[in-house]
């Protein structure tokens, strides 16, 4: 059953994928084809793809998504209370898979939460009963948080460990320093949440310290851990994490090269970043490439930028492609790309099938206004065959796009009698119709030429799709 489901998906997606206006993006060699995958999520922050082939994102309003990367169904598996709702910067924000999920599923999400007036940090963990979320268990409790500056990014190590960065909290950088405090470092945890005995201190999370507030963590092939940080308002940074050292915030932003700099880098073992960006970019999320479908990206990291708190103004906003050195200790190049969507992309995974790409986008302005995506960069040639194990999942699809006075909605049978309804581009519903045969004509004639997307529900989940609207 579950086979004919996804069967039944991919050939909609198929049928209509002619009439489809796909963009694209020529490397050297390689040609890209961009498909949104979910649109009309709430400010996404973490994406990851799943040993079950699945997307596994956060949202920071407190939602965990669970993503079909087939049919972009989406069911929501977890809602955690956040501070704010998620409206700023506090909120959902890491997670990381158990490294043995399949016999152990548990994830593991960092998120916001307001003690009295007061803004805290939790790392917990949940168990997977392969419907949803529950079981939480408390890891790291009570670390300071505010309203900026939180950290929060996950990845597990290759001795299984749990690394996490946490944020200065916006008061100045003090707190970077005191190796008694949690907050300014990358923390390493056992996956149970106690202190791993090989730490730095045997006593203490602390395995770096002197952060500001990183924002994206991955490990290359060799063991390096990559991190990217935010800077204040010159010298975001690439970093390699290695144990015991000082990163140098407050006293120092990127390289030791003032004067007060390079004494109290001599005198603190500050390692200094391998790149950096000036004036601040907003450098976010990272993976490591090694997949042979993108050949131009061999042995690169991809990271997420936003653009900084101008949003997509300064056309600073991308995705980075960092050409490594052989041995990874350093950046030869940066390829920009995709600056032209106007978009914030705050993170990225890679599809292990295909190489295909996917980012987390968050709008055009901080904090992430609306419509915030989940959209696939694949090579030309593959961009259908995108798991290696069947998904249980509901399509749709709108033909033609772009379309004039009618667009036709071909649905799977588990949507018909619920509601699609449409949104303008910055998020206000226009229309709202019930589906009610597998292959119906809406009549959009009314609706301003620019760009929409659709939702519809059922007890399988959620289904998002974009189309453009044309002269009549």
């Not at 990851?48 to 949202?59: Q, S, V």
């Amino acid at each position: 059953m579950r086979i004919l489901k996804n069967t039944f998906a991919a050939a909609l997606l198929l049928n209509t994928a002619a009439l489809q206006a796909q963009t694209t993006w020529p490397l050297d060699s390689t040609v890209l084809v961009q498909t949104d995958v979910v649109t009309g999520i709430t400010r996404p922050w973490e994406i990851l793809w799943g040993p079950d082939d699945y997307i596994w994102a956060t949202c920071r309003n407190g939602d965990v998504l669970h993503v079909d990367p087939v049919t972009g169904n989406y069911t929501t598996i977890l809602e955690l209370t956040v501070s704010n709702n998620g409206s700023g910067e506090p909120g959902l924000l890491g997670m990381a898979l158990h490294p043995d999920f399949t016999n152990t599923p548990k994830v593991f999400v960092v998120y916001n939460f307001t003690q009295g007036n007061t803004i805290k940090e939790r790392l917990s963990s949940f168990d997977w009963n392969g419907t949803a979320l529950s079981n939480e268990t408390y890891l790291i409790d009570n670390i300071p948080g505010n309203q900026i500056h939180n950290g929060a990014r996950l990845v597990i190590s290759p001795d299984n460990k749990i690394m996490m960065t946490t944020g200065d909290t916006g008061t100045g950088g003090a707190l970077s320093q005191d190796l008694v405090s949690k907050n300014g470092k990358v923390l390493r945890i056992n996956l149970d949440g106690s202190i791993p005995s090989d730490n730095p201190d045997p006593s203490s999370y602390v395995w770096s310290f002197g952060h500001r507030n990183g924002q994206g963590l991955c490990y290359g092939p060799s063991g390096i851990l990559y991190e990217s940080e935010h800077g204040q308002n010159n010298s975001d940074e690439l970093n390699i994490i290695e144990p015991n050292r000082n990163y140098g915030w407050p006293d120092v932003q990127g390289a030791c090269n003032t004067t007060s700099e390079m004494t109290f880098c001599a005198a603190n073992n500050v390692k200094e970043p391998i790149e950096e960006w000036s004036p601040c970019v907003a450098v976010n999320g990272l993976e490591y490439y090694n997949h042979p479908a993108i050949p131009e990206w061999q042995n690169c990291l991809i990271m997420g930028v936003m653009g900084g708190l101008n949003g997509t103004g300064g056309s600073n906003d991308r995705v980075s492609i960092l050409h490594m050195s052989e041995d990874g200790l350093s950046v030869l190049s940066e390829d920009k790309l995709f600056t032209s969507l106007n978009q914030r992309f705050r993170d990225v995974c890679i599809n292990p099938n295909t190489g295909a790409l996917y980012v987390a986008l968050n709008g055009t302005q901080y904090p992430g206004t609306a419509p915030n995506k989940i959209i696939m960069f694949a090579p030309q040639e593959n961009t259908s065959n995108v798991v290696s194990k069947p998904t249980v999942g509901q399509s749709m699809s709108l033909f033609p796009n772009p379309a004039g006075a009618s667009i036709t909605v071909e649905a799977a049978e588990s949507l018909l009698g619920s509601d699609l309804t449409i949104f303008n581009n910055e998020g206000k519903q226009v229309e709202k119709i019930q589906l009610q045969s597998s292959k119906q004509v809406i009549d959009i004639s009314r609706l301003p030429e620019g760009s929409y997307w659709t939702v519809a529900s059922s007890a399988l989940g959620t289904v998002t799709r974009t189309f453009v609207k044309t002269a009549n």
